[in-house]
């Protein structure tokens, strides 16, 4: 018994350390992307001036006297990912519950693999059918000159959040104790009282990570919101084109340089520390909750 553990412990070292330099190699990357963004991103903020880039209204990198006013942007992106949200989350939360406690083996069994499908399937390919499908059927129901717009931009990454959503959330179902359930049970409450009240409570902190990866599959997406939204920096509105600050990005930093260059590293800065932020909030809220 002795020899078992004494050759067990060298491979239990092993893997310790294994853990240990993947952990650390995640770290560094984080700080190397934080450092980068900060050093690359401040410059421009510097020279802009705090104020006149967060608030300003207008966006002009090539002009003449080229104005960098981001605001537009920062409204859009969190217009775009709060509605994205509200019509994600309670899709993708129900569809979870559905196939973690509702639905038989079989029917989960056919909706799963679509809905791993949809995680599948690339960016660019839900913005060809958003503009192809979306688009078209916009402007002609609310006949407008032009369907691209923030709405569409919503609808696209709604449906794109389902699957972090449901999976994260199925998973978080599924991992809650029976014991919760049966003691639910023989109390008297019925199936979905048990799942509403003791399931999903008991699951909350998956639930709230799945949402944190919604909302960060949202607010980072560009490829498709190009394709959708029109790339217009416009103040933000419903059925006017608008750009995202990952589009703002995305569409001119090949070939953008000098100041414009720069003003675009910051916007990315602006960009993480928004996701940065939610994460913040977010941990805080259940860190609470769980010592509450």
Known sequence: MNAMKQKLRPMELIMNLLFFICGFIAIVFVLFISIYLIISGIPAIREIGLVDFLFGQEWAST???PKFGILPFILTSVYGTCGAIIIGVPVGFMTAVFLAKVASPRLAAVVRP???LLAGIPSVVYG????????PAVREAFDLPDGASLFCAIIVLAVMILPSIISVSE?????????YEE???ALGATHIETVFRVSVPAASSGIAAAVVLGIGRAIG??????MVAGNVANMPSLFSSVRFLTTAVASEMAYASGLQRQALYSIALVLFIFIMLINIVLNTVLKRKEEG
């Open 63 to 65: 002009a003449a006297e």
């Open 114 to 116: 679509a809905v791993d």
């Open 183 to 185: 003691a639910s049970l």
């Open 221 to 226: 997406e560009a490829m498709a919101i190009i």
């Open 128 to 135: 060809l059918i958003g503009m192809m499908v979306l688009v």
């Open 171 to 179: 998973t978080a179902l599924k991992a809650v104790p029976p014991e």
